[in-house]
């Protein structure tokens, strides 16, 4: 069975970093994409970055194109989210899933397995 967990959220100013980890276990992840959403309260939850982990190709909504970068560990088995230039409206509860092919979607329904989500809050 698939694990997703998160690590790696936490308070921050406007404009500063911060980097979540996603460890994966428990499956294989050589052909399948890998993503990250983010869900705010009272809001539904929404496409933030993708990753195919094989070949490595890179997909942004357009939120934090530019200030955001996803990566992964092959060897670690960990998906990462490099978050700068963070904002206040990217306060939320951000979460890591596998997705149900090497076809990267924006819709939650692409994605079967999903982490327990780590909580991002930005001050201003």
């Known amino acids: 069975q698939v694990q997703l967990v998160e690590s790696g959220g936490g308070l921050a100013q406007a404009g500063g970093s911060l980097r979540l980890s996603c460890a994966a276990s428990?499956?294989?992840?050589?052909?399948?994409?890998m993503g990250w959403f983010r869900q705010a309260p009272g809001k539904e939850r929404e496409f933030v970055a993708a990753?195919?982990?094989?070949?490595?190709?890179?997909f942004y909504a357009d939120s934090v194109k530019g200030r955001f970068t996803i990566s992964r560990d092959i060897a670690k088995n960990t998906v990462y989210l490099e978050m700068n230039s963070l904002k206040p409206e990217d306060t939320a509860v951000y979460y890591c899933?596998?997705?149900?092919?090497?076809?990267?979607?924006?819709?939650?329904?692409?994605?079967?397995?999903w982490g327990q989500g780590t909580q991002v809050t930005v001050s201003s």
């Open positions: 428990g499956g294989t992840f050589d052909n399948y994409a």
């Open positions: 990753i195919k982990w094989s070949g490595g190709s890179t």
């Open positions: 899933a596998r997705g149900r092919s090497s076809f990267v979607t924006r819709g939650t329904e692409g994605y079967a397995a």
